[in-house]
């Protein structure tokens, strides 16, 4: 059995145990800071609370899989697959999502304030109420399918701005800004016309 070290990360099969000897339920199980084999396949299994802060997962398979309330925030989840999860109240602050893929995904009122998102793919992905403040989304997928209303911008200075990558940043305040402008949600657009000058400005000095 692995024991969620870099030299001997979680299988599937370890996961799987782990929640049998949990009980037979996710909700709780800690596993904050584990490793897990690259790609792994946790589909299947509810994981409704799980804990994985911090945790290493490379690539791993999440289609479908039932995450409402699970703990993710610091997790690395480059490239992981979560298109249709269920994301709902899950807690992904400060996260590693490049090149996550969230098609379809629901993320309705996630925490997501100062997660990494460079890449990542939310075509038809549910963000109604979801926490983005802080956020950064250099180059991120949206759809007019995804849906955007509600969604808690804070202040709505992204990631890109506050690290100073401000042409990035410019550039993401233009994606936002058309996309709540075809929504017919003018009042938001223009508050990312007006980050999107900012930016600009701010490039230019």
């Known amino acids: 059995m692995g ?8 299988t599937r099969e370890d996961v799987l145990k782990l929640i049998k000897e949990h009980g037979g339920i996710a909700e709780g199980l800690n596993l904050s800071g584990k490793t897990f084999e690259t790609g792994i396949d ?8 799980v804990i994985f802060k911090a945790a290493y997962l490379w690539d791993a398979h999440f289609e479908r899989v039932n995450l409402t309330e699970s703990h993710l925030e610091k997790a690395f989840l480059s490239r992981a697959h979560l298109e249709e999860a269920n994301l709902i109240d899950a807690h992904l602050e400060g996260a590693d ?30 963000l ?6 802080g956020a950064d989304l250099v180059n991120a997928e949206f759809s007019p399918e995804t849906r955007l209303e509600e969604t808690d911008w804070g202040n709505f200075i992204l990631g890109e701005e506050k690290t100073d990558s401000f042409s990035l940043a410019a550039d993401t305040y233009r994606r936002l800004k058309q996309w ?3 929504a017919g949600m003018s009042d938001i657009a223009d508050k990312f016309s007006f980050r999107e000058m900012e930016a600009k400005r701010k490039a230019q000095n």
């Not at 024991?3 to 979680?10: L, Q």
């Not at 946790?42 to 609370?49: M, Q, V």
């Not at 098609?103 to 304030?113: F, I, P, T, V």
């Open 128 to 133: 109604w109420r979801a926490h983005l403040e």
């Open 42 to 49: 946790l589909r299947g299994p509810d994981l409704t609370g």
């Open 97 to 126: 999502l490049m090149d996550a893929h969230l098609k379809g995904a629901n993320l309705s009122r996630a925490h997501l304030e100062k997660a990494y998102l460079w890449d990542a793919h939310l075509e038809g992905a549910n």
């Open 3 to 10: 024991d969620g070290t870099k030299d001997n990360p979680y």
């Open 180 to 182: 709540y402008t075809n």
